[in-house]
């Protein structure tokens, strides 16, 4: 791609637990290859580097109390990378819009194998029953990005000074009242329905993640977050921190 694409991540505790139940990643994506012996000159390498196939962001919101939560969100990560460098096929990245389904499909199945590694970790340690997460993923091929998620932490999209949510909330209150869109100008209303979340990895019932692709342009920003930050800050405030 030309241009520089700049990427920043940072978690905080907040002034009421004792622990931080969210984890986030970012990563660039690209092949490699390990030199074990050669008569070439590699002026003492031992790894080769190709182009980097894509960026990875990701953030995870876990839950199940005091360690387990933290728990949660790390096997999340831990089970999407784990997936993704030696599952995910990234040559399905091609311009045929059929070939995007493929690589969603590809994604989503990424996400039920977080679950098994949650439901095989609670297995072993029954005390965490329980314990889940959510996730969101954004996979970055420019000018495509795909995202995949799970549970009520989001990804917005800034454009041109608007804000839009790309992530639908699976909670309760969603599910029941149906879509609504946020005043831009208050946090999230908090009630019983708005924290009950009913997709998510590590429940009972199988997670289904949603899946989409869109295009990026120059100068466009995102934000993936938990309800750490919706909560407390309004959409409105959003875009204008970030712009």
Wanted: net charge negative.
């Amino acid at each position: 791609m030309h241009g520089q694409m700049e990427i920043f991540g940072t978690s905080d505790i907040g002034r009421q637990r004792k622990t931080n139940e969210d984890h986030f990643m970012i990563a660039d994506l690209c092949k490699s290859m390990r030199v074990h012996s050669t008569s070439l000159a590699l002026d003492h390498r031992t790894r080769l580097f190709g182009e980097t196939q894509g960026r990875l962001l990701l953030v995870a919101d876990g839950m199940g109390g005091h360690e387990s939560g933290e728990r949660a969100s790390q096997l999340a990560l831990d089970g999407i990378v784990d997936y993704v460098l030696n599952t995910l096929s990234w040559y399905l990245l091609h311009d045929d819009i059929h070939e995007d389904e493929d690589f969603q499909k590809h994604l989503k199945a990424g996400l039920l194998s977080c679950q098994q590694l949650i439901e095989r970790d609670i297995a072993s340690a029954p005390q965490r029953q329980g314990m889940g997460s959510t996730l969101t993923m954004a996979y970055i091929a420019w000018p495509r990005m795909f995202v995949v998620h799970v549970g009520d932490s989001r990804c917005y999209l800034l454009r041109d000074g608007e804000i839009k949510q790309l992530t639908r909330d699976h909670t309760m209150a969603e599910a029941v009242l149906g879509h609504h869109e946020t005043n831009d100008s208050e946090p999230d209303r908090e009630g019983p329905l708005t924290n009950m979340l009913w997709n998510v990895l590590g429940g009972k019932d199988e997670p289904h993640p949603d899946a989409a692709s869109f295009h990026l342009q120059i100068g466009d920003a995102l934000v993936l977050c938990t309800d750490g930050l919706t909560k407390h800050l309004s959409r409105k405030r959003i875009a204008e921190l970030i712009s």
